[in-house]
């Protein structure tokens, strides 16, 4: 009842917050214009992110117990926020802001909060800041459609939050609660069309929270520790896959991996068909998916859980190969229009206004003939079944 409680006054909280934010944000002129490597086709308020981080912070003052190891992680994602929002309001380097992250992971390493994962403490150290540098830039980078990273964040809080009461560690569970809360109250004005971006700092918060909530499992209370150490890879590996797909096919193609562009499995995705809301909800579905996996493997042992661990692993690979052949870039928003590239043509496509995921409608093919003359060719009205 508590975290229910937490959880709604921090969805409450956000609620109000973020159009408060939104108003300031446009008054501002914090406002994200579109861009040729950004899917968004209108401008749109950013720094949502401080709506998301007020709203929590809020609820942990009021709420969380006095549990010693929870204010240092709070107070180095707080800065990792502040990192964030300076990034938003004057654009730093990739360098500067990877600098101030790995600073951040050392201070959580250094507050005696880090991985179990090997016997040696220096190589859980490493592996410690590596993870937190990781998930704070993958929730970063997930952040390119409307409502996926908020939401994607949403399901990792509850599955934390459940993780954390299966292993009698409730007053820790209060975390995941509180945050998912007011990322909650933030989605309901982020999900397609968004009318606010949570921005870097809100993208960089939830990344740096989510990562060191996931260090704070008692790992001793598991008969499997196999299934326990790798509960917080599961519970997050959207954010790890989509980083994974985005870093290796930019450095394959000779790119930075810093570099924006529609090459994120979102793209991808759309561009195989799927309207922008059935691309993300398939990515929520596959988050819920992991989080059960995660829990279920609790109470696997010996060979059903190797097996069910290879299964996933193959299939999440499979996956992250296929989309890896996509190419995301030929997927392009355009407001109520979007124009996909395909086999040396262009394919123009409306929105559907009656369609209930707001997916688009083939309608021909775009041509040029010149710099003042573009015609649509082949146009035709589809039924709903064709």
């Given at each position: ?221 598991s008969r499997n520790l196999t299934a326990v150490l790798l509960t917080p890879v599961l519970i997050l590996s959207i954010p790890i896959l989509d980083t994974t797909l985005v870093a290796v096919t930019r450095r394959l193609a000779g790119r930075p991996v810093s570099i924006g562009g529609r090459d994120h499995a979102s793209h991808r995705l759309v561009a195989l068909g799927l309207s922008e809301q059935r691309a993300v909800g398939t990515l929520y579905l596959l988050a ?99």
């Open positions: 009842m508590a975290l229910a409680f937490a959880c709604v006054a921090t969805f409450a909280l956000s609620l109000v917050l973020t159009p408060m934010v939104r108003a300031g944000a446009e008054w501002a002129g914090f406002v994200a214009a579109p861009r040729g490597d950004r899917w968004h086709a209108r401008p749109t308020a950013s720094l949502g992110g401080v709506a998301i981080q007020l709203a929590f912070l809020g609820g942990y003052l009021v709420f969380q117990p006095a549990i010693e190891q929870t204010f240092p992680l709070v107070a180095i994602a707080t800065f990792v926020f502040a990192i964030g929002l300076l990034d938003d309001v004057m654009p730093m380097t990739p360098l500067a802001k990877l600098t101030a992250q790995l600073l951040a992971a050392a201070a959580v390493v250094t507050a005696g909060v880090r991985l179990p994962w090997t016997p040696s403490v220096v190589a859980n150290d490493v592996l410690t800041i590596l993870w937190l540098v990781g998930i704070t830039n993958a929730m970063n980078l997930l952040d390119n459609m409307d409502g996926l990273a908020a939401g994607i964040a949403a399901i990792a809080c509850a599955f934390l939050a459940v993780t954390f009461v299966v292993n009698g560690q409730t007053e820790i569970a209060l975390m995941p609660a509180l945050l998912g809360g007011a990322v909650l109250g933030f989605l309901c004005f982020n999900r397609a069309p968004a009318t606010i971006f949570m921005g870097d700092c809100g993208a960089l918060f939830l990344g740096a929270l989510l990562g060191c909530i996931s260090l704070l499992s008692e790992y001793g209370r819920v998916l992991s989080g059960c996996f995660a829990l279920a493997m609790r109470w696997l042992a010996g060979d059903a859980l190797l097996l069910l661990l290879l299964a996933f692993g193959v299939a999440l690979l499979l996956f992250g190969l296929y989309l890896g052949r996509v190419d995301g870039t030929k997927a392009k928003a355009a407001g109520p229009v979007l124009v996909y590239e395909t086999g040396g043509r262009s394919v123009l496509l409306l929105r559907d206004a009656d369609a209930i995921d707001g997916g688009y409608a083939p309608l021909g093919f775009l041509e040029d003939d010149g710099p003042e003359t573009r015609r649509i060719q082949g146009v035709r009205t589809l039924g709903r079944n064709e």
